[in-house]
């Protein structure tokens, strides 16, 4: 494989306390990041609650660092953990917006608008994935047409 240059830097480090964990996120949230951010819930003790991600390091985040993120939150919401993002940077808060085609600030904070966004996104995406399932397991309703019917 040929090297172009490229160095993965996005990274994520725990803190546990009581029954929560904070992860605190650094670097750029894209397609590379995958690899790390796959592996973030298994560090997750079995008791916790609660787990807060840090957004603060993260400068910039892509739409496919967003599903990326997406998924790793309905993950979490899987496995029945409450989960809170807090410290989006000014470049990844425009993403969600621009995604969830929320105004830019409108009447809220725009932290709170991009939280409002992200959870909007969540929520659709997690109800087309269970339309799809749905779909899937209740087969085919419309039979198809051959050559001679009307």
Do not use: N
Not at 47 to 58: K, L, N, S, W, Y
Not at 128 to 147: K, N, T, W
């Amino acid at each position: 494989m040929e090297d172009i240059g490229v160095t993965v830097t996005f990274r994520t480090v725990f803190q546990h306390t009581g029954s929560s964990v904070l992860v605190s996120a650094s670097g750029d949230l894209d397609a590379a990041a995958e690899p790390s951010l796959a592996r973030t819930l298994d560090s997750v003790p079995p008791r916790t609650a609660v787990v807060i991600f840090d957004m603060q390091g993260v400068p910039f985040m892509d739409s496919a660092g967003l599903l990326l993120f997406l998924d790793l939150h309905l993950r979490a919401e899987c496995r029945k953990l409450r989960v809170l993002v807090v410290g989006w940077q000014a470049q990844p808060q425009q993403v969600m917006e621009a995604l969830a085609e929320l105004p830019g600030g409108g009447g809220y904070p725009r932290e709170r608008a991009a939280l409002i966004g992200f959870r909007r996104m969540v929520q659709d995406r997690s109800e087309r994935q269970l339309a799809r399932r749905a779909a899937a397991e209740s087969g085919p309703r419309v039979q198809p047409l051959r050559h001679g019917d009307r």
